[in-house]
């Protein structure tokens, strides 16, 4: 006799009514560090941002109902990664110098060939 196929059970789904008790909101902006030490890097960087966004929300809740969970905390953490605009999109590798021919330029810095950065405020945009 062959076997039957186990059904799925249904998902089951619960509302969970909460009063807000506190919450944190973070934005953050830095720059590349591996565009100020080359040396540093560890492997191929070229295609990491220069700039790096990014934000946070938390909130610390009370659960109301259902009952059986009232009195309880809820935490929620929420990240974000906002794409910037074309302006910040820029990548290691096009911040890189070029010689006049147009080829990315190094620098020698314990028998390894580092890539040499355009780090001045003006040419980035800072």
Do not use: C, W
């Amino acid at each position: 006799m062959a076997k039957r196929p186990k059904r799925k059970s249904a998902p089951v789904y619960t509302e969970i009514f909460a009063k807000v008790e506190s919450y944190n909101f973070r934005l953050s902006a830095s720059l590349n560090h591996d565009a100020f030490a080359p040396q540093h890097t560890l492997g191929d960087v070229d295609e990491d941002p220069f700039f790096k966004f990014g934000s946070t929300v938390e909130l610390v809740a009370t659960i109301d109902e259902p009952k059986k969970m009232a009195e309880g905390l809820l935490a929620v953490t929420i990240y974000g990664m906002d794409k910037a605009s074309d302006e910040y999109n820029k990548k290691l590798k096009d911040i890189q110098l070029r010689d006049e021919h147009g080829s990315p330029k190094y620098r020698k810095y314990r028998g390894s060939l580092i890539p040499v950065y355009d780090t001045d405020r003006r040419s980035i945009g800072i």
